[in-house]
């Protein structure tokens, strides 16, 4: 916060004319106000929006046409959370006796936040130097029931508040300027670079070292008691369910984001991650995600678990119901999604996650073939040739006619791809796991959701082990963050582009658009299948970022796509296997379909609250 000139206002000046004259002037109040500037400072005779008024506690005499008042004011004194943006300090005419604005400060875009919450206790002490003509003609009337820390006491609280020195990593962009993805580095990210893996090779990442950062890590919770059984690396930790869901820890961190103009009306956005309790930031409890899409067991119950096939073809209640079942305190991802954009946007302070990543699994395209001949009790298809969409190790489907299909096979492995030639027909042989089916000609063997597990080896880490657009992309453990299927995100409604938000899992219903869910303080962008150029800032929602405006591309804007529709509707993020691969990524939202909607490319990840 700084306010770095105050202004003499023209009534000011009128004033201070007449101390000249060997008339009185009296200080007789300051207030505080969170009001932008318009216009000039001088011709202000009002704040522009007052917050409190405060009685002055002290005037000094600091040269011959110079005085210092100071006066103190409280957060708990205010009715509510506000911007420290204005301050006015008012005299009285020794004429008219009427109260009159002397001095004007705008801090503009540097305001702070104050909160007025007792859990969280500020105290300013302002001191205001002021020009008069005469300042041994300046006068005050001092409330003396007004109790206020001595400078001493001062000196000692900031001494012991300097014993802790805590972080605080931002980044800011020109909400105006798409041309680009990038956000600028501020505060104590500045000067620091992240980079992800495309390859498995290990790359350095500075925020490795910095907090929250540093401890997002997988580990094994019992779904039964809550309780991290190990984390990954310890012993004991196992990917594959034996030892409990694996889930990625996020742990406590304090975030901010606004919108704020500079001096010149050019409009900001802000992002802040904190390691430590700030004024006016927000803290996120620790939370543990998913490390892996939600799939079935045999048990019939959700995991999140290494090797499996993830839930397909189900609706958002019935993955709802799944996700409960796991054990006290789960759910299925929801706002706090905005909160991972939070943490990866000022890790990589840019909003081209692919880029940044890896593509995930985003591509389609020489992800099928088709039977050049009829086969029964056997576990390969023989084809004309095999494209990059297919490989060893690939998880796929076998259709009778046509891809999105599994009625001659479902959920099997290729397992190996050799040339086959009979001396009537040549192509490939694609082996495949599981019990022997009769395949026919026109049969299609296509990918489908691919096993879990993928990125296995990297981690914690960030990226991808191949980053062709058919292999998965991590962030910080999670794998398949964004790409392979559309994840549902709950407690989100939409209606007519309209959002609503609910924060209590507990309350979390289709087509719910009152209490508890609350509207959103935008309306969504009503233009389908375009890239995202702005997404939404809503002051009481400040991490709800859904897109505003459309028309950008795959590397301006935030490079991801947006789908829409009027009527009820939900929200899935991320993208999937079934899409052109520059439309996902971390930004990517379909909010067109409607809450019954299933389909092969459609899963959900598991949350669990702390």
Not at 227 to 250: C, F, H, P, R
Not at 348 to 359: T, V
Not at 542 to 564: H, I, K, R
């Amino acid at each position: 916060m700084g306010f770095e000139k105050v202004y003499i206002t023209k009534q000011g000046a009128l004033l201070a004319v007449k101390s000249l004259q060997g008339k009185k002037i009296e200080f007789d109040h300051a207030e505080i106000g969170s009001g932008t500037l318009t216009g000039n400072a001088v011709d202000k005779t009002a704040l522009t929006t007052k917050v409190l008024e405060c009685p002055i506690s002290k005037i000094v005499q600091t040269g011959d046409t110079q005085a210092q008042i100071s006066f103190v004011f409280k957060n708990t004194d205010a009715n509510n959370a506000f911007y420290f943006r204005e301050i006015g300090l008012f005299a009285i005419d020794p004429d008219t006796k009427a109260r009159v604005l002397y001095a004007y400060a705008n801090a503009g875009s540097t305001a702070e936040y104050i909160n007025n919450s007792i859990t969280e206790l500020i105290e300013k002490h302002i001191d205001i130097t002021v020009l008069v003509d005469n300042a041994s003609n300046v006068v005050i009337n001092l409330d003396e029931s007004q109790v206020y820390v001595t400078e001493k006491d001062l000196q000692e609280a900031l001494k012991d508040a300097k014993l802790y020195s805590g972080k605080n990593y931002g980044i800011k962009r020109l909400i105006t300027d798409n041309t680009v993805a990038s956000w600028t580095r501020i505060a104590d990210a500045e000067g620091l670079t992240a980079k992800a893996t495309k390859d498995g090779t290990e790359v350095a990442n500075d925020f490795d070292k910095c907090y929250p950062w540093s401890d997002i890590r997988r580990c094994n919770v019992d779904p039964t008691t809550g309780q991290v059984l190990a984390y990954y690396g310890e012993t004991g930790y196992s990917a594959d369910g034996s030892n409990g869901e694996v889930m990625v820890k996020i742990p406590e961190f304090w975030w901010k984001r606004e919108r704020l103009p500079d001096e010149f009306g050019n409009v900001y956005e802000y992002i802040y991650i904190a390691d430590y309790a700030r004024a006016g930031f927000t803290k996120s409890k620790e939370f543990f995600v998913g490390a892996y899409l939600l799939s079935v067991g045999e048990d019939t119950k959700a995991h999140s678990i290494s090797g499996a096939v993830p839930k397909y073809n189900s609706n958002l209640a019935n993955f709802r119901t799944l996700a409960k079942g796991v054990g006290d305190g789960f759910c299925l991802l929801d706002y706090h999604y905005f909160l991972l954009q939070m943490l990866y946007l000022v890790e990589y302070a840019h909003y081209n996650s692919q880029s940044m990543l890896g593509n995930g699994i985003v591509a389609y395209s020489g992800n099928t073939a088709k039977a050049l001949l009829a086969e029964n009790a056997t576990n390969r298809i023989i084809v004309s040739s095999v494209n990059s969409g297919l490989w060893i190790g690939k998880t796929v489907c076998i259709g009778t006619s046509d891809a999105w299909n599994s009625s001659v096979a479902a959920d099997r492995e290729i397992t190996a791809i050799e040339d086959y030639n009979d001396g009537t027909i040549s192509g490939k042989a694609i082996t495949f796991s599981g019990d022997a089916v009769n395949i026919a000609v026109g049969n299609v063997i296509w990918g489908s959701a691919q096993k879990t597990g993928g990125n296995d080896i990297l981690g914690n880490a960030s990226g991808s082990l191949n980053n062709n657009s058919y292999h998965p992309v991590n962030y910080r453990g999670i794998e398949d963050i964004f790409g392979h299927m559309w994840q549902h995100i709950d407690g989100l409604n939409i209606k007519d582009y309209q959002a609503y938000i609910c924060k209590d899992p507990d309350s979390y219903a289709n087509d719910t658009f009152d209490a508890p869910y609350e509207k959103i303080g935008y309306v969504n962008a009503e233009t389908t299948d375009s890239y995202i150029k702005e997404l939404g800032y809503d002051e009481k929602h400040q991490e709800v970022a859904l897109p505003v405006e459309v028309a950008a591309s795959s590397s301006t804007g935030a490079c991801d796509n947006y789908w829409c529709a009027e009527g009820n509707r939900i929200a899935y993020v991320g993208g999937n296997f079934n899409s052109n691969w520059t439309k996902g990524g971390f930004f990517a939202w379909n909010c067109h379909l409607a809450s019954s909607y299933s389909s092969w490319n459609y899963g959900a990840r598991l949350l669990k609250y702390q």
